[in-house]
């Protein structure tokens, strides 16, 4: 069984379907499911979809796109989810240089509010971060302590040097769709030159959706297309990269059962 460990079926385009899709999900061998959030509303209905779904579980939090509007009393309303069971992590949370939707200031401040909100509450944390690696490194750096329940670079596009220092870290990467895309010979040099004991799987659903669907929309479902590219690449058996991953997502999220 595979575990999507990033999946967005809070966004509103999932509103019409979202229960026929987790439904479909044993048959389609997905065996657990983690809602990633991005604002106070996501976190909201990802914590609705969890209290209805046994295979589903959620995260809240922040995203850097948001980050301008953050304020710092919206570290009650995420600690507020503290008792809830089904919370595994912080996140999404971090940095993006790509789009720059809020100010770097904005971003690095809600970042590292969140990081340390994680630690007080017990969990562990969802990274994005895009274009970023130097500056996000830099704060976890900077704030070892709060790293401590935990850290997952979701996404992962960077080069293999970033993989390698997130790596030394005791950090985890996840990898999604993108890795599917024609000559991606980063996420190749990547993939083929780190162990995969610190390596999950995700979807970022409803973006990136992997090969042969690239233009679909995303669905959990198509996780199995990123675990057959990297067992593909690393040449070894599908079953090996599912069975590895899947410990490596319970290793990661402590909640999760
Ligand atoms: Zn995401």
Request: proline share 4%.
């Amino acid at each position: 069984m595979l575990i999507d460990t990033h999946a967005h079926l809070n966004d509103p385009r999932y509103r019409d379907n979202f229960k026929d899709i987790i439904q479909d999900l044993p048959r389609q061998n997905v065996g657990r499911i983690i809602c990633a959030s991005y604002d106070k509303r996501s976190s909201v209905k990802a914590q609705k979809i969890a209290s209805e779904f046994d295979i589903v579980y959620f995260s809240v939090g922040a995203h850097p796109h948001y980050a301008q509007d953050f304020v710092k009393d919206d570290l009650n309303f995420y600690q507020s989810f503290t008792d809830q069971k089904k919370l595994v992590a912080i996140g999404e949370i971090g940095l993006d240089y790509h789009y720059n939707f809020s100010p770097k200031d904005a971003q690095k401040s809600a970042f590292l509010y969140q990081l340390e909100m994680a630690y007080n509450m017990g969990l562990p944390v969802i990274i994005h971060s895009r274009e970023a690696y130097d500056d996000t490194l830099k704060i976890l750096d900077d704030n070892q302590e709060f790293t401590r329940n935990g850290i997952l670079v979701h996404c992962y596009t960077g080069n293999l040097y970033f993989a390698q220092e997130i790596l030394k870290r005791g950090f985890y990467l996840s990898f999604g769709g993108a890795i599917t895309y024609k000559n991606n010979h980063t996420a190749y040099e990547v993939i083929t030159n780190i162990p995969l004991d610190k390596v999950v799987l995700e979807t970022d659903c409803p973006y990136l959706t992997p090969v042969p669907h690239r233009g679909k929309i995303n669905e959990p479902k198509y996780i199995k297309f990123v675990a057959e590219k990297i067992a593909e690449w690393k040449n070894i058996a599908t079953e090996q990269v599912e069975q590895i991953t899947t410990q490596n997502a319970y290793n990661f999220f402590k909640k999760m059962k």
